[in-house]
């Protein structure tokens, strides 16, 4: 058939599906809530594992985060027989970060923090924050820029400056009108003067839902020199909650260990366990290495790719089928008229490509209102909801796609069966 | 005149001699095995030749072996033994694909329930035949609107089959019948649905296209339409039983068909 033929016959599809609009309609229900489906809950599918997957890159595919955990209660070794209620020690110490530093092969930083609690004031405003004592190369470790100034020196590390830089969300709540630079923030007891203001490789304020994404430091952060962190606030921190003190001794609250590329991340994972569980005889640290947690990820997007894509396949099955049926009552219903045309000059191969034809603009009809529903479906949910959503263009086609093929293959049947038709028959059925 | 059988050793003699019958068939047979004992012949050793330009009525009682015959004709069925020469062509074995290409080519249909298509519109429906011959439609637009207006449906090209009478549904079929422009036409029963006075319009219709030259064939009960045919061919039990020709100079001549 040449082209101008085709487009006869499509026109002709679609002459015959309007002379029953309702029926062509329910028709085409089935196809149209698969496609939708489909599309629908590939894009929130895809969303989901595209913040899942930003959360953990923020945490840098290369690195490997060991943080201090306190022990469970029974566990916990007494350092001191002290009468103040018990004074815990636990977690990650300086000769952990050395030990790593040196022993594990692939190691481009080792990145010590101690994380402390504790409100920053400026004049009379004051807000919560984290106190991170770390070292100069932060920035290259965790992906932080520095957006003013400059981030904490090796100077500053080795003088145990009271120098600090600050996050920009911490900027803006403290220093809505001044300038932050070379003014000077109040901790404790002790006046920090603010070098830089840093941003953090994602806005944890904009997504502060996943971005407690696994010990991802919070906005209001303020770095200082490790050395100063050490020597004011000192290696024991007294904690109170419920009316008692507690007392807990804790060196180092997180290490970040930057591998050299991903392979070394894999080999240095179960290095990193057994060296750290030779030296540590309670459970008072997490080991967290954020290439697995993407592995998982993907891992899980894949599982629920492939169950989606059942579900799928069994709704654009049933909706074949339901064409099929749909077809196969037409080609009886339309005896009279294959009958007709076989007289007027049709061959066969002209009858078989009418209805498969038909089919296909009743599958491919369907299908196109079905992208339509399920591009709008997840625009809706991600406008109601925090959600995010991604409507891939793979997946319009894949939708596409099948719902022609399903024309196709379910078509094949009723469009054989009307073509074989005897002819003499057709004209006399009535 | 006498249709004998010719000598069967000259078949393309005898097409060369006389080119103007359109159809020949030479002892046409038709059988049905419906079982071991049970063999229907429907059609049981015919022979007829039809001329150019002539207008032939098929009678019979029911059960004749009419319609098996128009069937035949109409290359929508083959016969079991016999041949049929159509326009020179032996049609008798051809395959299903190129029956179809002589039906839309060669073969104009009139049949008694109208069996337009319900979703075209009459224009369309005219230029169906015209669509399987692989014809661009928008070139032959204005040949299908002179035949709407042959048959006088002129002003309803846009209109669909439901919306026209039976008279008007037959029109349309008839300008239907002609757009391939075929050798001949087949009717069968074109007035058995219509009212007298609309049966007579479209017979009318008829009567005119034979005076134009077509060819017609037409099967029908009714002694008046068979009034405007040139011959009538009496059917029985599957042979011809009276072959009667009315043209003026052999009107009331009887003709037994068998030798
Ligand atoms: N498809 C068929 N199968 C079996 N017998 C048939 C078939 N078609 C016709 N016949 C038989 O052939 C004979 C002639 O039928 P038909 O040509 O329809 O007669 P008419 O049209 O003159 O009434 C009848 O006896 C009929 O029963
Ligand atoms: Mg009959």
Same mark, same amino acid.
């Given at each position: 058939?040449?082209?101008?033929?085709?487009?006869?016959?499509?026109?002709?599809?679609?002459?015959?599906?309007?002379?029953?609009?309702?029926?062509?309609?329910?028709?085409?229900?089935?196809?149209? %809530?698969?496609?939708?489906?489909?599309?629908?809950?590939?894009?929130?599918?895809?969303?989901?594992?595209?913040?899942?997957?930003?959360?953990?890159?923020?945490?840098?595919?290369?690195?490997?985060?060991?943080?201090?955990?306190?022990?469970?209660?029974?566990?916990?070794?007494?350092?001191?027989?002290?009468?103040?209620?018990?004074?815990?020690?636990?977690?990650?110490?300086?000769?952990?970060?050395?030990?790593?530093?040196?022993?594990?092969?692939?190691?481009?930083?080792?990145?010590?923090?101690?994380?402390?609690?504790?409100?920053?004031?400026?004049?009379?405003?004051?807000?919560?924050?984290?106190?991170?004592?770390?070292?100069?190369?932060?920035?290259?470790?965790?992906? &932080?820029?520095?957006?003013?100034?400059?981030?904490?020196?090796? %100077?500053?590390?080795?003088?145990?400056?009271?120098?600090?830089?600050?996050?920009?969300?911490?900027?803006?709540?403290? %220093?809505?009108?001044?300038?932050?630079?070379?003014? &000077?923030?109040?901790?404790?007891?002790?006046?920090?003067?603010?070098?830089?203001?840093?941003?953090?490789?994602?806005?944890?304020?904009?997504?502060?839902?996943?971005?407690?994404?696994?010990?991802?430091?919070?906005?209001?952060?303020?770095?200082?020199?490790?050395?100063?962190?050490?020597?004011?606030?000192?290696?024991?921190?007294?904690?109170?909650?419920?009316?008692?003190?507690?007392?807990?001794?804790?060196?180092?609250?997180?290490?970040?260990?930057?591998?050299?590329?991903?392979?070394?991340?894999?080999?240095?994972?179960?290095?990193?366990?057994?060296?750290?569980?030779?030296?540590?005889?309670?459970?008072?640290?997490?080991?967290?290495?954020?290439?697995?947690?993407?592995?998982?990820?993907?891992?899980?997007?894949?599982?629920?790719?492939?169950?989606?894509?059942?579900?799928?396949?069994?709704?654009?099955?049933?909706?074949?089928?339901?064409?099929?049926?749909?077809?196969?009552?037409?080609?009886?219903?339309?005896?009279?008229?294959?009958?007709?045309?076989?007289?007027?000059?049709?061959?066969?191969?002209?009858?078989?490509?009418?209805?498969?034809?038909?089919?296909?603009?009743?599958?491919?009809?369907?299908?196109?209102?079905?992208?339509?529903?399920?591009?709008?479906?997840?625009?809706?949910?991600?406008?109601?909801?925090?959600?995010?959503?991604?409507?891939?263009?793979?997946?319009?086609?894949?939708?596409?796609?099948?719902?022609?093929?399903?024309?196709?293959?379910?078509?094949?049947?009723?469009?054989?069966?009307?073509?074989?038709?005897?002819?003499?028959?057709?004209?006399?059925?009535? | 005149?006498?249709?004998?059988?010719?000598?069967?050793?000259?078949?393309?003699?005898?097409?060369?001699?006389?080119? *103007?019958?359109?159809?020949?068939?030479? *002892?046409?047979?038709?059988?049905?095995?419906?079982?071991?004992?049970?063999?229907?012949?429907?059609?049981?050793?015919? +022979?007829?030749?039809?001329?150019?330009?002539?207008?032939?009525?098929?009678?019979?009682?029911?059960?004749?072996?009419?319609?098996?015959?128009?069937?035949? $004709?109409?290359?929508?069925?083959?016969?079991?033994?016999?041949?049929?020469?159509?326009?020179?062509?032996?049609?008798?074995?051809?395959?299903? +694909?190129?029956?179809?290409?002589?039906?839309?080519?060669?073969?104009?249909?009139?049949?008694?329930?109208?069996?337009?298509?319900?979703?075209?519109?009459?224009?369309?429906?005219?230029?169906?035949?015209?669509?399987?011959?692989?014809?661009?439609?928008?070139?032959?637009?204005?040949?299908?609107?002179? $035949?709407?207006?042959?048959?006088?449906?002129?002003?309803?090209?846009?209109?669909?089959?439901?919306?026209?009478?039976?008279?008007?549904?037959?029109?349309?079929?008839?300008?239907?019948?002609?757009?391939? +422009?075929?050798?001949?036409?087949?009717?069968?029963?074109?007035?058995?649905?219509?009212?007298?006075?609309?049966?007579?319009?479209?017979?009318?219709?008829?009567?005119?296209?034979?005076?134009?030259?077509?060819?017609?064939?037409?099967?029908?009960?009714?002694?008046?339409?068979?009034?405007?045919?040139?011959?009538?061919?009496?059917?029985?039990?599957?042979?011809?039983?009276?072959?009667?020709?009315?043209?003026?100079?052999?009107?009331?001549?009887?003709?037994?068909? *068998?030798?």
């Amino acid at each position: 058939m040449i082209p101008y033929q085709v487009i006869i016959t499509v026109k002709l599809g679609f002459k015959s599906l309007k002379l029953h609009k309702l029926r062509s309609v329910l028709t085409m229900l089935g196809i149209i %809530f698969g496609v939708c489906s489909v599309i629908a809950m590939l894009a929130i599918g895809e969303g989901a594992s595209f913040e899942a997957q930003e959360a953990i890159k923020r945490l840098g595919s290369n690195n490997i985060l060991i943080r201090s955990l306190k022990p469970p209660e029974q566990s916990r070794q007494q350092t001191s027989g002290g009468g103040r209620g018990g004074q815990i020690k636990y977690g990650l110490t300086y000769d952990d970060g050395a030990r790593l530093q040196a022993t594990i092969p692939g190691v481009v930083r080792v990145l010590p923090m101690r994380i402390i609690r504790e409100n920053v004031r400026f004049q009379r405003s004051e807000v919560p924050c984290q106190i991170i004592g770390t070292l100069p190369f932060y920035p290259e470790v965790t992906g &932080a820029s520095v957006v003013r100034g400059r981030f904490l020196a090796h %100077f500053d590390e080795e003088h145990k400056e009271n120098v600090c830089v600050i996050t920009t969300g911490l900027a803006r709540r403290l %220093f809505p009108f001044q300038d932050p630079l070379e003014h &000077a923030v109040r901790i404790d007891a002790f006046y920090y003067r603010v070098v830089g203001i840093v941003q953090e490789r994602s806005q944890p304020e904009q997504r502060s839902q996943s971005g407690k994404m696994e010990g991802q430091p919070l906005d209001n952060n303020v770095y200082i020199p490790l050395n100063a962190s050490r020597t004011r606030f000192g290696d024991v921190l007294i904690r109170r909650s419920a009316g008692s003190f507690e007392a807990e001794e804790v060196q180092l609250h997180q290490v970040t260990v930057q591998m050299r590329d991903l392979a070394a991340v894999e080999t240095a994972d179960p290095q990193v366990k057994t060296l750290l569980s030779r030296f540590h005889d309670q459970n008072d640290y997490e080991v967290i290495v954020p290439l697995q947690l993407l592995r998982q990820a993907e891992q899980t997007k894949r599982i629920f790719n492939i169950v989606l894509g059942s579900i799928a396949a069994i709704s654009l099955l049933v909706g074949g089928i339901g064409i099929m049926n749909i077809m196969l009552a037409t080609v009886t219903e339309r005896t009279r008229e294959i009958g007709v045309r076989r007289a007027l000059g049709a061959k066969k191969s002209d009858v078989m490509m009418q209805f498969l034809v038909e089919t296909v603009v009743l599958a491919v009809g369907g299908g196109l209102i079905g992208v339509i529903v399920g591009v709008t479906v997840p625009l809706v949910v991600s406008q109601l909801t925090t959600m995010k959503t991604i409507v891939t263009l793979w997946s319009v086609l894949l939708a596409f796609g099948i719902s022609g093929a399903v024309g196709i293959v379910f078509g094949l049947y009723p469009a054989k069966s009307a073509a074989e038709l005897d002819p003499i028959e057709a004209l006399r059925h009535e | 005149m006498v249709e004998a059988p010719r000598n069967p050793g000259s078949t393309s003699a005898s097409a060369a001699v006389d080119s *103007r019958g359109i159809i020949r068939i030479e *002892r046409l047979e038709k059988t049905y095995v419906l079982g071991e004992e049970n063999i229907v012949r429907a059609l049981a050793g015919v +022979d007829l030749r039809i001329e150019q330009g002539s207008f032939v009525a098929i009678m019979g009682p029911s059960g004749s072996g009419k319609s098996t015959m128009l069937n035949i $004709l109409g290359c929508l069925d083959r016969p079991t033994a016999g041949s049929y020469f159509l326009g020179g062509e032996d049609v008798s074995r051809m395959s299903d +694909d190129a029956l179809s290409e002589v039906r839309g080519r060669r073969i104009g249909f009139i049949f008694q329930s109208y069996n337009l298509i319900a979703q075209l519109t009459v224009i369309e429906n005219i230029q169906v035949p015209l669509f399987y011959r692989g014809q661009d439609l928008r070139t032959s637009y204005d040949r299908c609107v002179e $035949l709407a207006k042959l048959v006088g449906l002129g002003d309803r090209l846009t209109h669909r089959p439901t919306q026209l009478s039976g008279g008007q549904q037959q029109r349309v079929a008839i300008a239907r019948s002609l757009v391939n +422009d075929p050798l001949m036409i087949l009717a069968d029963e074109p007035t058995g649905n219509l009212d007298s006075r609309t049966g007579a319009e479209v017979l009318e219709l008829i009567t005119h296209l034979n005076q134009g030259g077509k060819t017609i064939v037409l099967v029908t009960h009714d002694d008046k339409v068979a009034a405007r045919a040139h011959r009538i061919v009496r059917m029985k039990d599957g042979r011809i039983d009276q072959d009667i020709y009315r043209t003026a100079e052999t009107a009331g001549l009887r003709q037994p068909e *068998r030798p």
